[in-house]
T-cell receptor, first 110, second 118 residues
Framework: EPEVTQTPSHQVTQMGQEVILRCVPISNHLYFYWYRQILGQKVEFLVSFYNNEISEKSEIFDDQFSVERPDGSNFTLKIRSTKLEDSAMYFC????????FGQGTRLTVV | AQKVTQAQTEISVVEKEDVTLDCVYETRDTTYYLFWYKQPPSGELVFLIRRNSFDEQNEISGRYSWNFQKSTSSFNFTITASQVVDSAVYFCALSEGMTTDSWGKFQFGAGTQVVVTP
């Protein structure tokens, strides 16, 4: 069964460093999303991406965040200068007729 | 404003008991989708069920069943004869609008922790 794959599963980074979270969506899907879940809290929408551009973003998705699809398969989320409060589980999702989530990347900022 | 409310923070049951999770949503759209996801301790989000706003038929799928009532904006989920492996956080989610794009933009509830003990 096709699935959304995220790497790495866990990343530890120092405050102020840049991180790139990677996702390989399901191959025939056209819409891509990033969500964030701070430990113990609900899952929050960050951004949606279609046709190589952002279609919608939340208030959380400020200038420190960026997304791209560099090679037609990977879908990345970059955080330019990480803060302690960026520590969370980040989920990628892709969809055509239903949303499928990756297993998540746990980001720990120290 | 909270669009999806899961009032139950935690439910503890003994194995084989039934568990019903409440979900109340708020939307002005006439077309929307409702979902339930399970998040086990390993952290991934597992899709359980999806319902569109035009289909109020309630169904049973194995040990899972749901009760969708537009009149009360509720989308409750029941696990029958619970098992220890059902222990997880369960999220209700709303996706508004008709475009395919909207299928992926979810508004999640706060989640309900289900603890099933042997």
């Amino acid at each position: 069964e096709p699935e959304v794959t995220q790497t790495p599963s866990h990343q530890v980074t120092q405050m102020g460093q840049e991180v790139i979270l990677r996702c390989v969506p399901i191959s025939n899907h056209l819409y891509f999303y990033w969500y964030r879940q701070i430990l113990g809290q609900k899952v929050e929408f960050l951004v949606s991406f279609y046709n190589n551009e952002i279609s919608e973003k939340s208030e959380i998705f400020d200038d420190q965040f960026s997304v791209e699809r560099p090679d037609g398969s990977n879908f990345t989320l970059k955080i330019r200068s990480t803060k302690l409060e960026d520590s969370a589980m980040y989920f990628c999702a892709s969809t055509t007729s239903g949303a499928f989530f990756g297993q998540g990347t746990r980001l720990t900022v120290v | 404003a909270q669009k999806v409310t899961q009032a139950q923070t935690e439910i503890s049951v003994v194995e084989k008991e039934d568990v019903t999770l409440d979900c109340v949503y708020e939307t002005r759209d006439t077309t929307y989708y409702l979902f339930w996801y399970k998040q086990p301790p390993s952290g991934e989000l597992v899709f359980l069920i999806r319902r569109n706003s035009f289909d109020e038929q309630n169904e049973i799928s194995g040990r899972y069943s749901w009760n969708f009532q537009k009149s009360t904006s509720s989308f409750n989920f029941t696990i029958t004869a619970s098992q220890v492996v059902d222990s997880a956080v369960y999220f209700c989610a709303l996706s508004e609008g008709m475009t395919t794009d909207s299928w992926g933009k979810f508004q999640f509830g706060a989640g309900t922790q289900v603890v099933v003990t042997p």
